[in-house]
T-cell receptor
């Protein structure tokens, strides 16, 4: 069975602080994909990044970075120098061909950046 | 390029009425997903289609819910009769399998309130 756990329900940081959002996944498949989505207060779900199980390279995109570690089944998301516009709910998700490529979402982490 | 389009954006209806939610996926995408989001249950996958064919409807809560995809550019989710517990935000998402990663792109959602 596929499972994604986001243990942090809510996080508050002061603007310009760095913050890491944790994501731990469970799967028995060797081929799978991991994703992060952002849901700002306006409500839409915005795709941020995908990673496949064969690529453990970390990725950096501006102030965003992602750390994928198969050894700990984690796919953590770091925002550097946080800004008020980063306030949102962030979802981690897992999919795998063996389960029809449907997404298994975590429960989300609500991030509030205080000015 | 236009993203996933959903209509209506907001729907308020009385218990017992029929509700129809509509979705137009991104052109060229071959997967379409319907989700429901509530505070209590988070994001739930209701049903998904591949090439207009329903693949898994195990998330549909009960027989009051039905979904169709008559062609590649249109899908509906119908609730008949509606109940207050159906109040939620309903998202449609589409994906393209050709890229191999299957990331999903979400519409803006329909906020349904059943009184």
């Amino acid at each position: 069975a596929q499972k994604v756990t986001q243990a942090q329900t809510e996080i508050s940081v002061v603007e310009k602080e760095d913050v890491t959002l944790d994501c731990v996944y469970e799967t028995r498949d060797t081929t799978y994909y991991l994703f992060w989505y952002k849901q700002p207060p306006s409500g839409e779900l915005v795709f941020l990044i995908r990673r496949n199980s064969f690529d453990e390279q970390n990725e950096i995109s501006g102030r965003y970075s992602w750390n994928f570690q198969k050894s700990t089944s984690s796919f953590n998301f770091t925002i550097t120098a946080s800004q008020v516009v980063d306030s949102a709910v962030y979802f981690c998700a897992l999919s795998a061909p063996n389960t029809g490529n449907q997404f298994y979402f975590g429960t989300g982490t609500s991030l509030t950046v205080i000015p | 390029d236009a993203g996933v389009i959903q209509s209506p954006r907001h729907e308020v209806t009385e218990m017992g009425q029929e509700v129809t939610l509509r979705c137009k996926p991104i052109s060229g995408h071959d997967y379409l997903f319907w989700y429901r989001q509530t505070m209590m249950r988070g994001l739930e996958l209701l049903i998904y289609f591949n090439n207009n064919v329903p693949i898994d409807d195990s998330g549909m809560p009960e027989d009051r819910f039905s979904a169709k995809m008559p062609n590649a550019s249109f899908s509906t989710l119908k609730i008949q009769p509606s109940e207050p517990r159906d109040s939620a935000v309903y998202f449609c998402a589409s994906a393209w399998s050709g890229g191999g990663f299957y990331e999903q792109y979400f519409g803006p959602g329909t906020r349904l309130t059943v009184t």
